[in-house]
């Protein structure tokens, strides 16, 4: 039973969840838990597969090296079917960022109040009323967003690499309406807009999608954990707690997969020519 929940209400308890711990930048506010998350388990994350990488045998697997084996023949395999092109270079992106949104959306089944309990377990009660965390990146529209429009530049990146950046430069004007002579100049403002709007759809869509399924979930175990504030609905509430949690494990893969899986379509996209 959350002692938040009974002291201030389910208002206060979901407010004070979802009210991040920033510090000033520059004038800005700057989430610093979604960043130092994100941050520690991105290193988690390239610690445990260099550790199988460095000592990967011929042989007969350990359990360790027969998983990471797994993951990344999936990974590469979805890669080869999507991407008909050299994949040495996109295989570890897609990889990077299927492992790494599995790892931040994880953070969601990690019980609300823990990180509180922790707090309040070491440097007492008041701190841990004041204290705000965060603890789930991708419930954060600065993360997502941040990884969307890293993998939009990653796209600028291909497109100039494959087509030059004069050829990219002229598809800009002259793609989706085809035109010669007087029209061709006509239409280049148009084309030039609508291929602007396709390119920032991209990460937009991107981001909003991993963000708000996220966010919701992040919310309905706040709600959740309103039913646990009485006896009376402790029951109900272990039970929608664990059922929710089971469904938001497939949320959590899939979004992860989704986010790996249309950063190597809009590779593949990039580096094509209308």
Known sequence: MSESTNSGGLNEYISHHLTHNTINVFGGQFHLDSWLVALVLGLIFVAWFAFYARKATAGVPGKGQAFVELVFEFIDGQVKDTFHGDRRSITPLALTIFMWVVFMNTMDLIPLDL????????????????????????????????????????????????????????????????????????????????????????????????????????????????????????????????AWAIFHILIILLQAFIFMILTVVYIAGARESH
């Not at 701190?127 to 530049?153: C, E, K, Q, W």
């Not at 709007?197 to 399924?213: C, D, T, Y």
């Open 115 to 242: 990180p509180g309990w922790l707090v309040q377990t070491i440097a007492g009660e008041e701190t841990a009323h004041h204290t705000y965390m965060r603890i789930v990146p991708t419930a954060d529209l600065n993360t997502t967003f941040g990884l969307s429009f890293g993998v939009f530049f990653i796209l600028i990146g291909h497109a100039l690499a494959a087509k030059g950046g004069l050829g990219f430069g002229k598809e800009l004007l002259t793609a989706p309406f085809h035109a010669h002579g007087f029209m061709a100049i006509v239409l280049a403002p148009v084309n030039l807009a609508m291929n602007i709007i396709e390119w920032l759809v991209k990460p937009v869509s991107l981001g909003m999608r991993l963000f708000g399924n996220m966010y919701g979930g992040e919310l309905v175990f706040m709600l959740i954990a309103g039913l646990m504030a009485s006896w009376i609905t402790m029951a109900p509430g272990i039970v929608a707690n664990a």
